[in-house]
């Protein structure tokens, strides 16, 4: 099983995959221990990510609560994206949410590799300054 805690504002929360075998599972309970296989912790800009793109699988963007959950304005976080997808017609943004619709209802995993594209570039630049000792 997977478990997701998720976090607030400031704590990007975590999730935890359970071991897949059954044996490593009960051992680990035997041992006093926490039956997880592995897990990730999120930084605060990773859940947003998480709580976006889980927003458009639904198709809308709440902007308001995502300004209350954050502090943030969906749209100015991404105001780039935003406005090459209006232009495509792929969705539509006013005050209150940012919608998909026409195609974009088709891209969702499109939509949301574009709107992950700097978070990438910065676990990609914070990875290749990590020495690794072997």
């Given at each position: 099983?997977?478990?997701?805690?998720?976090?607030?504002?400031?704590?990007?929360?975590?999730?935890?995959?359970?071991?897949?075998?059954?044996?490593d599972y009960f051992?680990?309970?035997?041992r006093g221990e926490f039956p997880v296989e592995r897990g990730f912790a999120r930084a605060p800009e990773?859940?947003?990510?998480?709580?976006?793109?889980?927003?458009?699988?639904?198709?809308?963007?709440?902007?308001?609560?995502?300004?209350?959950?954050?502090?943030?304005?969906?749209y100015a976080e991404h105001e780039a994206a935003w406005l090459e997808l209006a232009e495509r017609g792929w969705c539509t943004v006013s005050p209150d949410a940012i919608e998909l619709h026409g195609d974009g209802v088709y891209y969702v995993p499109l939509i949301q590799a574009l709107l992950s594209q700097a978070r990438l570039a910065?676990?990609?630049?914070?990875?290749?300054?990590?020495?690794i000792a072997i």
């Open positions: 099983g997977v478990s997701d805690f998720g976090g607030t504002g400031e704590h990007g929360g975590w999730t935890y995959v359970n071991h897949r075998r059954v044996k051992a680990a309970l035997d990773d859940l947003r990510l998480h709580e976006l793109f889980r927003n458009l699988q639904g198709m809308r963007v709440d902007r308001m609560q995502y300004r209350q959950r954050f502090g943030n304005d969906v910065d676990l990609r630049s914070s990875a290749s300054s990590v020495a």
